[in-house]
């Protein structure tokens, strides 16, 4: 079973740009999608993006589209988002998941495994 560990969360000012990874271990990622999600305080967590390891498929959510963007590295295991214009109510704790056979839209229900979240702050 994939395991995930979410980096590169920090503290930025809107309009600024970062880049989260998400990388795997312990097992083939071949049929896995990865999903990201964010949980801003107070908020229930939503789903925004995910790609598909085996074609490549990514979805991002209409309300990060043109901002946010999803990538993957294959020889590295990991896969990215990246962030762009960065609003202040982008702020939340960021995860990624890890779905086998999984669609992209992801369904939440395949997940199997969880990072442990990276937080995003973006204040001036």
């Known amino acids: 079973q994939v395991q995930v560990v979410e980096s590169g969360g920090g503290s930025v000012q809107p309009g600024e740009s970062l880049r989260l990874s998400c990388a795997a271990s312990?097992?083939?990622?071949?049929?896995?999608?990865i999903g990201w999600f964010r949980q801003a305080p107070g908020k229930e967590r939503e789903v925004f993006g995910c790609?598909?390891?085996?074609?490549?498929?990514?979805y991002v959510s209409y309300s990060v589209k043109g901002r946010f963007a999803v990538s993957k590295d294959n020889a590295k295991a990991t896969v990215y988002l990246l962030m762009n214009s960065l609003k202040v109510e982008d702020t939340a704790i960021y995860y990624c998941?890890?779905?086998?056979?999984?669609?992209?839209?992801?369904?939440?229900?395949?997940?199997?495994?969880w990072g442990q979240g990276t937080q995003v702050t973006v204040s001036s």
């Open positions: 998941a890890a779905a086998p056979y999984g669609t992209c839209p992801m369904n939440t229900k395949l997940i199997r495994s």
């Open positions: 312990g097992s083939t990622l071949n049929f896995y999608t």
């Open positions: 790609i598909r390891i085996n074609d490549g498929r990514s």
